[in-house]
């Protein structure tokens, strides 16, 4: 009987021991994920695959949305609530790139911080450990050629810069690093091969910004609708060139249900070539579905956008951060500022049987 009991014990003892060690692994752990805007597909499309990529590797995932507040300010009171719930790590899609003032907390409590898709101006100094991004300018450089030769049947050289793309340009928020680095690889390094049609400037300084809440399709609609009369009208430009899909579909969608401004998505500029181009970038769904049924007779849809690989992205940045997080338990503090980020790779999506 005591031999049996003492088997019983042992078998008890390394059954406590193996409760032990699973409750002290990772679960409960979280790690934050604030998000610029949750009104966006690409967004929403990375929040859930970031959800379940973070449960595979032990980790919840707890989601913020910041409403597109360019101020910063809701991205201050989503970096608190996610010290409060204790997020072993905080990985900040910023709506305002101008200033760091929302992750200081978290830096100062040495809280692994990470840049995702968009990331923090530099001269702002300490913003974060990492970066993960779209490889965005050399992807829009690559969108730009691919509609030059559409327009005028060859690519952009040294000999044809007379040959000029007319863009009608809109932003979301020209202070916005994912949409400058957009607008630096389509308009400022093909300038001599673009006109401007809409608020002329210089450098970043150029084209019109919607407004209310900037990411939406329908604020950008309604400045291209009340745009459409003027001087600077899109009806005069071969393309209009959106700093992100949700504002492509909004002026595509702007222009579909007026008669009055429908017949430029076939009209033509005084050398006979075809207008009526609209451009995104982002690749969700819904406008992939759009640029799959753009059609020379059907011709009221996105011509281009640039898919990111949200999934790898929002991988990566877990990644990285569950490794920031293991080599902080081993007391090593993250970084708070980091020169360059990663980059992955975009694609350009062009309707189907277009030559690229």
Request: with cysteine; glycine share 8%; net charge negative.
């Amino acid at each position: 009987m005591k031999k049996l009991m003492t088997i019983l014990a042992s078998v008890n003892l390394v059954s406590s021991v193996g409760v032990s060690v699973v409750s002290c692994g990772n679960d409960g752990d979280s790690i934050g994920l604030l998000i610029s805007n949750f009104n966006n597909a690409y967004f929403q499309n990375m929040m859930s695959s970031g959800k379940t990529y973070a449960e595979s590797k032990g980790y919840k995932l707890n989601t913020y949305d910041s409403q597109a507040d360019v101020s910063g300010a809701k991205d201050q009171t989503n970096v608190q609530s996610s010290i409060t719930k204790d997020d072993k790590a905080i990985i900040i899609n910023p709506a305002n790139v101008k200033n760091n003032k929302a992750i200081k907390p978290a830096l100062d409590e040495n809280i692994p911080v990470l840049n995702i898709d968009t990331e923090y101006d530099k001269a702002v100094g300490e913003r974060g450990a990492a970066g993960f991004v779209s490889e965005q300018t050399k992807a829009s450089q690559q969108m730009f050629k691919d509609i030059y030769k559409k327009i005028y049947g060859e690519l952009p050289s040294n000999d044809n810069k007379e040959n000029k793309v007319k863009v009608y340009a809109m932003w979301s928020n020209q202070d916005n690093d994912a949409e400058r680095k957009r607008f630096q690889g389509f308009v400022l390094d093909n300038a001599d091969w673009i006109e401007i049609v809409n608020r002329k400037g210089e450098g970043f300084n150029q084209g019109s910004v919607a407004k209310g809440n900037e990411n939406t399709g329908d604020a950008a609609g309604d400045v291209l609708t009340d745009e459409w009369n003027g001087k600077e009208s899109a009806n005069n430009a071969h393309i209009i060139w959106a700093g992100n899909d949700p504002m492509a579909l909004g002026m595509k969608k702007a222009i579909d249900l007026n008669e009055g401004m429908k017949s430029w998505f076939s009209s033509k500029d005084e050398k006979g070539k075809t207008k009526g181009y609209i451009a995104g970038f982002d690749g969700s769904d819904d406008v992939a579905n759009d640029v799959n049924s753009w059609s020379e007779t059907s011709r009221n849809h996105i011509y281009a956008t640039v898919k990111q690989e949200y999934k790898k992205i929002v991988e990566a940045a877990i990644d990285k951060a569950i490794e920031l997080i293991d080599k902080k338990n081993n007391g090593e503090n993250p970084s708070k500022t980091f020169e360059k980020s990663t980059e992955i790779d975009a694609t350009v999506m062009l309707p189907p049987n277009e030559n690229k």
